[in-house]
């Protein structure tokens, strides 16, 4: 099995540089960053700490890339 | 207290977030469905079951994206999370129908619910019944190698100031930070082990991480040195 590359190991270790927002506020926030994400928005911009937070935070990512995907996907239809 | 700090705590310099809004800043499309919960009677009945149907679809949508990882499971059980997915997060959603403020359509928002739901009760049943490690086992993931002697020497000194730097934490803030970010432990699955919250332990994360970059700091690593 390949092994991870260091600084990839290392970043999920030390976290994201940036400030970033706790995960109950990157909950109350996700739906409206999704939504301006898929409006060609910038989101973070607009939202600032959540993009830090969906580095930091498996669970949030793996939440928000659904979300995405579930609204993305019923706008193309 | 630094702007990582600020932000960890709850929000409450931003105006526009507790502000309930107006029936006119609403799309259609959600100013239905609130006033259909918010009705009484067969009209509140049928929005009440149209509203679990959709959570459903949406944990169903989860269970789906997240099957590859659960191949010990059936479909049948598959889709009795689903079904309990949706239960939570319809109550869930009705309890918290006020916070609705219409900063983005009314379907979006419920269905971060369904999602949040389905995907804490997979990753709490992928991890059912196995042991939660709370100190390092993967130490092989920070072999430093094949960089060159000099990079190799930088790297093996990185990873020795990052050991000694996890070992001056707190317990607490140790073992979240090995389970969490060294050993791949669900956050969700710690804080039923540990009888915690997300929230509580994301912020034990953060601070652990903190201290780990001042640590390394202080041993004249830099950012540019690990990112």
Not at chain 1, 32 to 41: P, Q, S, T
Not at chain 2, 54 to 65: H, M
Not at chain 2, 190 to 197: P, Q, V
Request: glycine share 8%.
């Amino acid at each position: 099995m390949r092994r991870p590359d260091l600084k990839q190991s290392l970043g999920r270790l030390l976290g994201p540089l940036e400030p970033e927002v706790g995960c109950d506020e990157c909950f109350a926030l996700l739906d409206r960053y999704v939504e301006l994400e898929l409006a060609g928005r910038d989101a973070d911009a607009e939202l600032p700490g959540l993009r830090a937070h969906l580095e930091g935070c498996p669970a949030c990512r793996e939440e928000h890339e659904s979300l995405r995907a579930l609204v993305g996907g019923e706008q193309a239809l | 207290m630094d702007a990582c700090t600020v932000l960890l705590e709850p929000v409450k310099a931003r105006p526009n977030l507790s502000l309930v809004p107006s029936p006119s800043a609403l799309d259609d499309d959600s100013r239905d469905w609130l006033r259909g919960l918010r009705s009484e009677g067969l009209e509140r009945e049928e929005t009440v079951e149209r509203l679990h149907l959709l959570l459903l679809r949406a944990a169903r949508f989860e269970v789906a994206r997240r099957r590859p990882t659960l191949p010990h499971l059936r479909g049948n059980e598959l889709d009795d999370i689903a079904h309990e997915a949706a239960g939570d997060a319809l109550m869930s959603v009705l309890v918290r129908l006020d916070d609705f403020r219409g900063e983005s359509r009314f379907t979006t928002w419920v269905y971060k619910f369904a999602l949040l739901e389905a995907a804490v009760k997979l990753r709490k049943r992928a991890w059912q019944g196995r042991e939660v490690p709370l100190e390092p086992e993967t130490w092989g993931l920070f072999e430093s190698g094949g960089a060159g002697p000099a990079r190799e020497a930088f790297q093996g000194e990185l990873i020795d100031a990052v050991r000694d730097g996890i070992a001056q934490l707190t317990l607490h803030q140790r073992q979240v930070l090995v389970a969490l970010a060294l050993n791949g432990v669900p956050i969700d699955v710690l804080a039923e082990r540990l009888e915690s919250t997300r929230g509580a332990l994301y912020k034990t994360l953060h601070d652990a991480r903190r201290a780990l970059r001042a640590y390394l700091a202080s041993r004249g690593f830099e950012p540019e040195d690990w990112i």
